[in-house]
């Protein structure tokens, strides 16, 4: 019954930016976790932010100083905003939502939004 639906991303040139949105059918205070996750063709899916239920973010070594991820808890959104895009940043970018109950973990996703930095 979760929801999420991504949206803002487009083409840019190298050093531009773009900011990521992901909106949710649920309260995103309810998620463990959300995140979002980038996949180039012929890699694997990576995770490259990730916000916690507490506010507290983690990024992946290659993002680090350029992406920030942010929540607005009122509209039930997440964002990932891209500063100084590099061509390598090129990928589908998808939002996750993640519930820990009990033993178990559910991931829910949204369909993706194209990204491509290119000069």
């Known amino acids: 019954q979760v929801e999420l639906v991504e949206s803002g991303g487009g083409l840019v040139q190298p050093g531009g930016s773009l900011r990521l949105s992901c909106a949710t059918s649920?309260?995103?205070?309810?998620?463990?976790?959300m995140g979002w996750y980038r996949q180039a063709p012929g890699k694997q899916r990576e995770l490259v932010a990730v916000?916690?239920?507490?506010?507290?973010?983690n990024y992946v070594d290659s993002v680090k100083g350029r992406f920030a991820i942010s929540r607005d808890n009122g509209k039930s959104t997440v964002y990932l905003q891209m500063n100084n895009l590099k061509e390598e940043d090129t990928a589908v970018y998808y939002c996750?939502?993640?519930?820990?109950?009990?033993?178990?973990?559910?991931?829910?996703w949204g369909q993706g939004t194209q990204v491509t930095v290119s000069s």
């Open positions: 916000i916690h239920s507490g506010g507290s973010t």
């Open positions: 996750n939502a993640a519930h820990w109950a009990g033993m178990e973990t559910y991931d829910y």
């Open positions: 649920g309260n995103i205070l309810s998620f463990s976790s």
